[in-house]
């Protein structure tokens, strides 16, 4: 994996299960949703060499791994329960009267999940800024600009 995969694989951290929660993960698979183990094993395996390629220490390791797992298992939960809300979309509009408030009131909850989630996203990464040294940060922020340089 070249440098800008692994400095991305550690922002994977922070928004990984973001991008899981809204439909967006599609790299284990070709139709249809992804494979959890499929995904859990890849993105462990991007962290890992981000980690490596930033000498990180084995508590800083555990400490990241841990923070992916969790978002990883949340962000899950939230793309099952998107694609629930989905189906009980299609139900409502197969209705003859679809009634307005449970529309709503379901917009509402995924809102509502997806700022939770959000919320625990950005703490993960900055408890992430807190797990790295200040060389370590520097490392990824010196790649984190470039990227969004050419973007």
């Known amino acids: 994996m070249n440098g800008n995969g692994k400095t991305k ?9 973001g991008v899981i929660a809204l439909g967006g993960w ?3 698979c070709h139709h249809g949703s992804p494979d959890p183990a499929q995904v859990s ?11 490596e390629d930033l000498k990180a ?8 791994l841990a923070l992916k797992d969790s978002l990883l298992k949340d962000g899950l939960a939230m793309r099952s ?9 299609l139900g409502y509009w197969d209705e003859e009267t679809p009634d307005p408030a449970k529309v709503h009131a379901l917009i509402d909850a995924r809102i509502d999940a997806l700022r939770t989630f959000a919320h625990e996203a950005a703490n993960a990464g900055l408890q992430l800024h807190g797990i790295l040294t200040p060389e370590q940060r520097a490392q990824v922020s010196k790649k984190l600009h470039r990227l969004a340089a050419n973007h």
């Open 9 to 17: 694989a550690l922002m994977v951290v922070p928004v990984l299960a």
């Open 57 to 64: 220490t084995p508590d800083q390791t555990a400490k990241v």
């Open 41 to 51: 094993e890849r993105v462990t395996n991007h962290v890992k060499d981000a980690l």
């Open 26 to 28: 599609q790299g284990c």
């Open 81 to 89: 329960a998107q694609k629930d809300a989905r189906t009980a979309l």
